[in-house]
């Protein structure tokens, strides 16, 4: 079975998908026009500057998934069977009724506001009607655009944490280091009044030495060449050596290790510090301490806070 993106420049609405599996093909469309320049033909989907980029990401997913379930439970026409929910999901609001569905069947099993409560309150906040301002979905948020040209991102407590403990359990150092705050992990961890030494350093290693074999593992995996990989080990040893000969003398271990080496040596101290700490509460402290800033506002709605701030998104 496979499922493609493509353009059926008859139509305005150009967007279709198209499912086929043993010689049986089914097409039909998404609701939604892609405008000149956001069509990545070699990839077959939309450019990642596109509002829908991430729906549409989720979308395919979330279709070969539909796909096994019905397929698991006898369904002799799943394809037909598949084109006839699009179509249902589709009929009301196009495309914008799949990114709803998606972020709702994604982000709902971790506590997270439905897609509609977001706009709700961001109707409650604004002032404005539906057809008045453009809403984005960004992983477990939400971004608004309105007719004036303002921007604004609403995010939620669950949504964040959610963010965090996804980038602690699968060990994206890359997320971590470009999408959290050391500020924050400096307050909680100085708040906390440290780690000794001889109980934080043994934990390092050993997260060293994981991060390394798993990175050996997966360029093993994908037949890639280990030599430039053995020098980026190299410096991170070096790197590591300066942060343990640094690390009675600093006030701040994680603002030392940012200091050090931003992308590897920061994530991994964040990482270190939440599995001696109790890790949960360090993500309620972290939302806490984002939520509080100048920048954000917090808006109630039917009983759910969201936290909106403007900004050029």
């Given at each position: 079975?496979?499922?493609?993106?493509?353009?059926?420049?008859?139509?305005?609405e150009?967007l279709?998908?198209n499912?086929?599996e043993d010689?049986?093909?089914v097409?039909?469309?998404l609701g939604?026009?892609?405008?000149?320049?956001e069509?990545?033909?070699e990839?077959?989907e939309?450019?990642p500057?596109?509002?829908?980029?991430?729906?549409?990401?989720?979308?395919?997913?979330?279709?070969?998934?539909?796909?096994?379930?019905l397929?698991?439970?006898?369904?002799t026409?799943v394809?037909?069977?598949?084109?006839?929910?699009?179509?249902a999901?589709?009929?009301?609001?196009g495309?914008?009724?799949i990114?709803?569905?998606?972020?709702?069947?994604?982000?709902?099993?971790e506590?997270?506001?439905s897609y509609?409560?977001f706009i709700?309150?961001f109707?409650?906040?604004?002032?404005?009607?539906?057809?008045?301002?453009?809403?984005l979905?960004?992983?477990?948020?939400?971004e608004?655009g309105?007719?004036?040209?303002?921007?604004?991102?609403?995010?939620?407590?669950?949504?964040?944490?959610?963010?965090l403990?996804?980038?602690?359990?699968?060990?994206?150092f890359?997320?971590?280091?470009?999408?959290?705050s050391?500020?924050?992990w400096?307050?909680?961890?100085?708040?906390?009044?440290?780690?000794?030494?001889?109980?934080?350093?043994?934990?390092?290693?050993?997260?060293?030495?994981?991060f390394?074999d798993?990175?050996?593992?997966?360029?093993?995996?994908?037949?890639?060449?280990?030599?430039?990989?053995?020098k980026?080990k190299?410096?991170?040893?070096?790197?590591?050596?300066?942060?343990m000969?640094?690390?009675?003398?600093?006030?701040?271990i994680i603002?030392?290790?940012f200091?050090?080496?931003d992308?590897?040596?920061?994530?991994?101290i964040?990482t270190v510090?939440?599995?001696?700490?109790?890790?949960?509460?360090?993500?309620?402290e972290y939302?806490?301490?984002?939520?509080?800033?100048?920048?954000?506002?917090?808006?109630?709605?039917d009983?759910e806070?969201?936290f909106l701030?403007?900004?050029d998104f």
């Amino acid at each position: 079975m496979e499922i493609t993106y493509y353009l059926n420049e008859t139509e305005e609405e150009n967007l279709f998908c198209n499912i086929s599996e043993d010689g049986k093909t089914v097409s039909f469309p998404l609701g939604y026009t892609v405008e000149d320049g956001e069509w990545d033909e070699e990839n077959a989907e939309v450019s990642p500057d596109d509002p829908y980029f991430y729906s549409l990401m989720s979308f395919k997913n979330y279709l070969a998934e539909r796909y096994e379930t019905l397929s698991f439970a006898g369904e002799t026409d799943v394809l037909d069977v598949l084109k006839s929910e699009v179509e249902a999901i589709t009929a009301e609001n196009g495309i914008q009724s799949i990114a709803r569905n998606m972020f709702d069947n994604e982000n709902t099993p971790e506590g997270i506001p439905s897609y509609n409560a977001f706009i709700q309150a961001f109707e409650k906040f604004s002032g404005l009607e539906d057809g008045e301002f453009e809403a984005l979905v960004i992983d477990n948020t939400l971004e608004f655009g309105t007719e004036d040209g303002d921007d604004f991102q609403m995010d939620t407590v669950a949504g964040l944490k959610t963010r965090l403990r996804s980038f602690i359990e699968k060990k994206s150092f890359a997320e971590m280091g470009a999408m959290t705050s050391k500020f924050i992990w400096s307050k909680i961890y100085n708040d906390a009044g440290g780690i000794e030494k001889h109980i934080f350093l043994p934990e390092m290693l050993l997260e060293w030495e994981i991060f390394w074999d798993n990175e050996y593992e997966e360029m093993k995996n994908a037949g890639g060449d280990t030599k430039n990989l053995a020098k980026a080990k190299e410096k991170s040893w070096r790197q590591f050596q300066v942060f343990m000969a640094c690390y009675n003398d600093s006030v701040d271990i994680i603002q030392l290790a940012f200091e050090i080496d931003d992308m590897e040596l920061y994530p991994l101290i964040v990482t270190v510090m939440l599995r001696i700490f109790d890790a949960e509460v360090c993500y309620d402290e972290y939302c806490e301490a984002e939520f509080s800033g100048d920048d954000w506002q917090m808006i109630e709605s039917d009983g759910e806070k969201f936290f909106l701030k403007e900004g050029d998104f």
